[in-house]
């Protein structure tokens, strides 16, 4: 049982914040382990600083709660760093996407083939990887022995890769995504306990490349759940596992998308909304229209409304009550949360199940020498041979994401089997890692003039004048 430092840069992000609060207060081997929480918003900061140590006292956890507005403060002598901040917020991306629109690029131009995922900008974003890359060089220096990086904000891929060309920081990216092979169990009829599964790819471009039950393939199963069903319809604009669009990637690369690759598709299910509500269900046509996006930021505002609300009932009434027992006083007042907000709050203080989030479960199998088997963005060498590789056919020098056991000695890749298809490597992947070298060879000789190079790629690109206007337009405003 260690107790480690862990500091939470970005911890203002009130549900993110509380699920790995809640993770480290159930997780008994990191009881008596110190959290700094920093944020450059104080108020938000204070309001998740007062509800992590009562959730902490909740379950007589003793965990030692700290905040701070400087960036060095969390890194200082931190065992462990997890990074889920968004440099200028998504007031910055939105801007961005609006100066792209008013020249002629339909969502911005970092939506580009293979990365339409609405906040995963790439080529515009230099102020998020600078950010990335000022906490790895921290991190190499920061007084703890092999601390560990856990990088949560997004890009992933990018961020990642760069992380590990550019410092010597022990780094490691996450995302949910692949927690959505439950969807396709669920389809089928079998639990997700019982079967053997794996993905593996880059950061939302994974696939199902084994899908098992006692040593039998469980793709025939799909393929008759598909056939017989009559038709579909989303929920919601991010219901798409099951989407026409899943099916017609899974029919072309021999192997089924998974989480956010559906997303990152080819222009043949973008060209414009009647296009995207054809393979990705109407009436949004799909989570990267702006009917979708506009439905997602309306969620998320209600959200962190609520949350708020939420919050300040409880330091109300905490300062008239000292001996306030949170998780009584929200099971009192929970019903006049809306449900989704009810699900995640109930989570929280649920003591048999933990986020689903990996960050914690990673820190504990580290820390406590606990293997624990998990989905990682890491090097596709992992530092092995130059000749060693993963994933087989993708250059060695690049995050990719896999399964892996983790413990105290480190990462430690599962074999894949069977191999992704050929298909997938070369039409999907390649072509994914060259938009992440451009963009980042861009970045890091700060040469607008590669961005206008991208764009000429680009089919909404009419001109060269017009690439270039876009881009200049952008970097003016990208302070």
């Known amino acids: 049982m260690a107790a480690v430092r862990i500091g939470i840069i970005g911890a203002g992000s ?19 382990s110190e959290v700094v929480l920093m944020d450059i918003d104080e108020n938000r900061l204070n309001a998740v600083s007062f509800l992590a140590q009562r959730i902490s006292d909740e379950f007589d956890a003793k965990i030692r709660f700290s905040t701070t507005t400087q960036v060095d403060e969390a890194i200082s002598n931190s065992d462990f760093v997890i990074n889920s901040a968004l440099v200028g917020g998504h007031a910055f991306l939105e801007r961005m996407r609006k100066i792209g629109e008013k ?47 856990l990088q949560a904000a997004n890009p992933v891929f990018e961020g990642t890769t760069l992380i590990h060309r550019q410092t010597n920081t022990n780094m490691v990216g996450f995302c949910h995504g692949h927690h959505e092979v439950r969807h396709l169990a669920d389809a089928i009829g079998i639990p997700m306990s019982q ?9 939302h471009g994974i696939w199902l490349n084994r899908f098992e039950k006692d040593g039998e393939n469980l793709y025939p199963k799909l393929e008759e759940y598909f056939n017989s069903r009559k038709e579909w319809h989303p929920k919601d604009p991010p219901d798409d596992q099951l989407s026409p669009v899943a099916w017609d990637l899974y029919s072309f690369y021999g192997m089924f998308p998974i989480g956010d ?72 007042n929970i019903n006049q949360f809306p449900e989704d907000i009810r699900d995640q709050v109930n989570q929280i203080f649920d003591h048999s199940r933990l986020s689903g989030e990996q960050h914690i479960p990673f820190i504990d199998a580290i820390a406590n020498n606990n293997p624990t088997r998990l989905v990682v963005n890491t090097m596709n060498s992992m530092g092995k041979d130059e000749t060693e590789v993963v994933i087989q056919g993708l250059p060695n020098d690049c995050a990719c994401e896999f399964p892996a056991i983790v413990d105290g000695r480190g990462i430690h890749p599962e074999v894949l089997a069977p191999k992704l298809t050929e298909r997938i490597i070369k039409w999907y992947l390649m072509p994914r890692i060259m938009r992440m070298e451009w963009a980042l060879e861009a970045f890091i000789k700060k040469d607008r003039s590669l961005i206008v190079e991208f764009l000429m790629r680009d089919r909404r690109t009419t001109s060269y004048e017009q690439a270039k206007a876009v881009v200049e337009e952008i970097f003016e405003n990208n302070g």
């Open 14 to 32: 009130a549900i993110f914040s509380m699920r790995l609060v809640s993770d480290i207060c159930k997780t008994d081997s990191l009881m008596g």
């Open 103 to 149: 020249h002629g690029y339909q969502r911005g131009i970092d939506t580009q083939e293979f990365n339409m995922v609405s906040d995963y900008y790439t080529l515009t974003n230099w102020n998020q990887l600078s950010y990335f890359l000022e906490i790895a060089q921290k991190m190499e220096n920061n007084g703890a022995k092999n601390p560990w990086l």
């Open 261 to 332: 690759t559906q997303r990152n598709s080819s222009w043949k299910y973008h060209y414009n909304l009647e296009t995207k509500k054809k393979w990705y269900g109407a009436p949004w046509g799909g989570f990267d229209s702006d009917l979708g996006w506009k439905w997602y930021q309306d969620k998320v505002y209600t959200i962190a409304k609520t949350l708020q609300e939420m919050m300040k009932m409880i330091m109300e009434q905490a300062s008239a009550t000292k001996d306030l027992s949170v998780k009584a006083f929200i099971n009192e």
């Open 195 to 203: 079967i053997d599964w794996q993905v593996a790819g880059v950061n």
